[in-house]
Structure formats: structure tokens, C-alpha cells
């Protein structure tokens, strides 16, 4: 399964968000997972503890079809890295035919703004998941995001909205949802939010995923059953807490 995390806006919480998916299948029964960064900026990279100054094998290199093996990341067994490159080659696109990894799944963190890269990686993709911050520029984002695709002729139906820092207290939170529910439905925006949490805001900075860094936030849960959601398993023997948004 390809699934590609994309939003033309930044700070929406792609790289959050294709991090703690990947654990969150690995805990769901998903034997392996590779995260490929996509993105200049290398975020993921440098969140996965890889400063991605090593000049080795990376996305680059991936995309061309050059062998190689993508990083296992210790914090999380199952879970491989393929590293960023801060100068990608800019008149290069992706072979779809080359976007394969050694894992059941590939996450894909993709740089927020089109171009032909980003249209040849959404073509072979089997999901395109679209972080939201659910106010009324996020609105706008979307509709942005839907008008580029339809002129390019990628179809909606693996599109899937996901909302991220969503607080059920905020008005303008609950008629965004309200909104987008009632435009495209529960297949296309995703019925699981990913709350607001002082715990997500703050992972990145210690090198790991929610679920090793702070196993019982709200942020794990909804993560969690995210991954759950998208995978079609249930994680057996996880601790539920009861609060919902």
C-alpha cells in the first residue's frame, strides 16, 4: 500500500502524521513499513534522530532506481527510513515503477507545493492522505488541492481528509468538519480527527513516535486508531482510553 501525505499548506502536521501512522500500523499487526521523505526541508528524516548529511544512498537515489537499503530506525522495529535530500534534482519526476520498498506499506512525506514530482507520486499512489487544520483556510486549501488534481485529471476517489489539531470545543472546528462531511462524506473525510495535544507538538523534538513518547496521550489513541482505520486491523491488545472527540 502506497499512500501518499500531501497538503500545499505547511505546518498542517504531514510529517506527524506519516510518522506516527507508520507506528501505528507496526501496532496493528503490520509486519513492516518504510517512510520515504520526499520533502527538501527533510523534516521526517531529522525527526527519525538521521541528520541527512551523510551524502549516502537517499530519496534521490531511490527515485533513479539505485540499490540500496533504507534505514532501520531502532526506536521502532519494523519501521525503515528512507532519508531526505536537502537539493533534489528539479526536472526529475518519479517512476512509478520505481516507488517500491522492502515494507508492506510506504508513506510518502511529501514537500507542500505541486509539482511534476508530486503529480507522477500521486498518480502511483494507492491513498492520498491530506492533513487539514479544520478552519476556513484549510477550506480553501482543499479546494485548491481538489482543482489542481482535476486539471490534471487525478480522480478524488483516493483522496482522504484527515484533521489535525481538531478541538471539538472550537465552533469553527465543528462546522468545518460539518461542512466538509456534508461535501464529500465519511469515505473521503475520515471519521477519526487527530485532537489537538500538547504531546504531538513537542515529539518531534525527541526523536521518536507518540506511542514511545507518550504511549497514553490522546495523540496515541487517535493515531492509533487512524492506523487502525486505514489498515482494516484492530490492535488487539491495546489500552483504550474512553475519551473521544
Excluded at 486508531?225 to 489498515?231: D, G, I, V
Aim: net charge neutral; aromatic share 4%.
Amino acid at each position: 500500500m502506497r499512500v501518499l501525505v500531501f497538503n500545499q499548506k505547511s505546518g498542517v502536521g504531514k510529517t506527524t502524521t506519516v510518522m506516527n501512522v507508520a507506528a501505528g500500523l507496526l501496532r496493528c499487526g503490520v509486519g513492516s513499513v518504510t517512510v520515504a521523505d520526499l520533502d527538501p526541508a527533510m523534516h521526517l528524516t531529522r525527526a527519525l534522530g538521521h541528520d541527512g548529511d551523510s551524502g549516502g544512498w537517499d530519496v534521490e537515489s531511490w527515485l533513479e532506481g539505485v540499490p540500496g537499503n533504507p534505514l532501520d530506525i531502532e526506536t521502532e522495529p519494523g519501521l525503515a527510513l528512507i532519508p531526505g535530500n536537502p537539493a533534489p534534482a528539479e526536472d526529475r519526476t518519479a517512476s512509478v515503477g520505481l516507488m517500491t520498498s522492502g515494507g508492506e506499506w510506504l508513506l510518502l512525506d511529501a514537500p507542500p507545493s505541486w509539482s511534476p514530482r508530486i503529480e507522477a507520486v500521486m498518480r502511483g499512489a494507492d491513498l492520498i492522505l491530506c492533513p487539514l487544520e479544520p478552519d476556513f483556510l484549510g477550506m480553501q486549501e482543499v479546494n485548491r488541492l481538489l482543482r489542481t488534481m482535476q486539471s490534471v485529471e487525478i480522480g478524488w476517489d483516493r483522496l482522504r481528509i484527515l484533521l489535525t489539531r481538531f478541538n471539538s470545543r472550537l465552533a469553527v472546528h465543528r462546522e468545518v468538519r460539518a461542512r466538509l462531511r456534508e461535501r464529500f462524506g465519511d469515505e473521503i473525510v475520515l471519521t477519526v480527527p487527530i485532537r489537538s495535544s500538547v504531546r504531538l507538538a513537542d515529539e518531534t523534538e525527541q526523536g521518536t513516535t507518540i506511542f514511545n513518547h507518550a504511549p497514553k496521550s490522546v495523540g496515541a489513541y487517535d493515531y492509533l486508531a487512524l492506523a487502525e482505520r486505514l489498515s482494516g486491523r484492530r490492535k488487539a491488545s491495546s489500552t483504550r482510553r474512553r475519551t473521544r472527540p
